[in-house]
């Protein structure tokens, strides 16, 4: 047995105990890695494109740290395909070991990976898949999930009350692709313009990833306007097709504002204006705050920001704000949690937190048209507001 000096046990029996009350050195050492789930093939490519863009514009202007810790990003690509949420979300968390989960497009993926996010304890920010039942639903919450983005129906239904009282209209038509999602927001306008005393006249739900609305255009009844929602290529298709078979001058179109967003605002074209829309967000809200996102995002990516960088942008402000809360300790499941729900600021387009209960963002909601700017340019202008929006509308 070797005996050492008695100099030398001090010194060892010092840095044992060191080490002990440090804990773990992965604890500040190691990167935190933050699995990323989004479509970047598919209907909704563009959607994960520019989440994936806002959030790296937020990571850059830190330098991808947190309270001292490097971030790395582990993408994976859903495709925007309820199939595909599961088997890809078990891949981020088993093989390559992520921390957090960031992302979701698509209601359906949300739904399939919600089980397994609230049984493995994995803290999951969704960048916008609106599902209501993961924040409204009771027995569907969960303590590890955080919504940036909204709720479907969230936005939508305070334009069923707009229509009404302000735009006169007294019947429309409603149309949406035929997935929850759809369903979901094409209800909550429904419920509030027929409570403010309007009537829905007929509605049509085409199959998500339609490329010909003819059919389905050719069959709309007529009505003061028709409320539409559609995202992606499949929002580009039906704004042009709708005014190429001539309805935009005999039934106004308005809708959700994912509709006519600025990621696609330009490939859709003049077939856009005057579309009236509600959303939370437009890069046309006169904030210093949203004036700076533009500028930055602009700099960046050389584009209008739009309501998904936004949301992404969003998503990874929350989770650094979170990180430096519990200083990098995220392994600290419970802790890191609560700083998320403590997490609140200004951001670009008015103060932000989550809702206490459910866990989704409180946001304001704008009514917007499209209008053609000075520049000659498309874009979403501001033309109503309410505050302090939640899911429990």
Avoid: C
Avoid at 55 to 75: H, I, N, P, Q, S
Avoid at 155 to 182: F, I, K
């Amino acid at each position: 047995m070797v005996k050492l000096a008695p100099r030398l046990r001090v010194v060892l029996t010092a840095f044992v105990v060191a080490l002990l009350l440090a804990g773990p050195a992965t604890a500040q050492s190691d990167p935190i890695r933050i699995g990323v789930l989004l479509p970047y093939s598919g209907v909704y490519t563009s959607l994960g494109e520019n989440i994936t863009a806002g959030l790296e514009l937020f990571l850059e202007e830190t330098g991808y740290t947190a309270a001292g810790r490097r971030l790395e990003l582990v993408k994976q690509d859903t495709q925007g395909d309820p199939r595909q949420g599961l088997p890809k979300v078990r891949q981020l968390v088993e093989r390559d070991r992520v921390d957090l989960l960031v992302g979701v497009v698509h209601s359906g993926v949300a739904a399939a990976i919600r089980d397994y996010v609230h049984a493995r304890r994995i803290p999951l920010v969704i960048a916008n898949a609106g599902d209501p039942s993961l924040t409204r639903d009771p027995a569907r919450r969960s303590p590890y999930i955080f919504r940036v983005s909204f709720a479907n129906g969230q936005y939508e239904y305070l334009l069923g009350r707009y229509a009404y009282e302000v735009l006169g209209y007294r019947t429309v038509v409603v149309t949406a692709p035929d997935y929850s999602a759809g369903h979901d927001k094409a209800g909550a306008f429904k419920q509030y313009f027929e409570q403010a005393g309007g009537r829905v006249v007929q509605e049509v739900y085409p199959p998500l990833g339609t490329n010909d609305f003819g059919p389905y255009l050719a069959g709309l009844q007529q009505a003061d306007a028709v409320w539409a929602f559609f995202a992606g290529t499949d929002a580009v298709r039906f704004v042009q097709q709708y005014q190429e078979f001539g309805l935009k001058e005999r039934m106004p179109l308005i809708g959700a504002g994912d509709m006519v967003d600025e990621a696609y605002l330009d490939e859709i074209g003049e077939a856009a204006l005057g579309t009236v829309t509600s959303l939370h967000y437009s890069p046309l809200v006169e904030t210093p705050e949203n004036r700076s996102f533009v500028e930055q995002y602009r700099g960046r990516y050389g584009e209008t920001a739009n309501q998904f960088a936004y949301q992404g942008y969003l998503a990874a402000r929350v989770i650094a704000e979170a990180i430096e809360g519990v200083g990098g300790r995220v392994e600290e499941t419970d802790a890191f949690l609560e700083a998320l729900r403590a997490v609140t600021f200004t951001g670009p387009a008015g103060p932000f937190r989550f809702d206490p209960t459910s866990q989704n963002v409180v946001f304001n909601v704008y009514i917007r048209r499209v209008d053609r700017l000075p520049d000659g340019s498309l874009g979403n202008v501001v033309i109503g507001r309410y505050e302090n929006v939640s899911d429990s509308w």
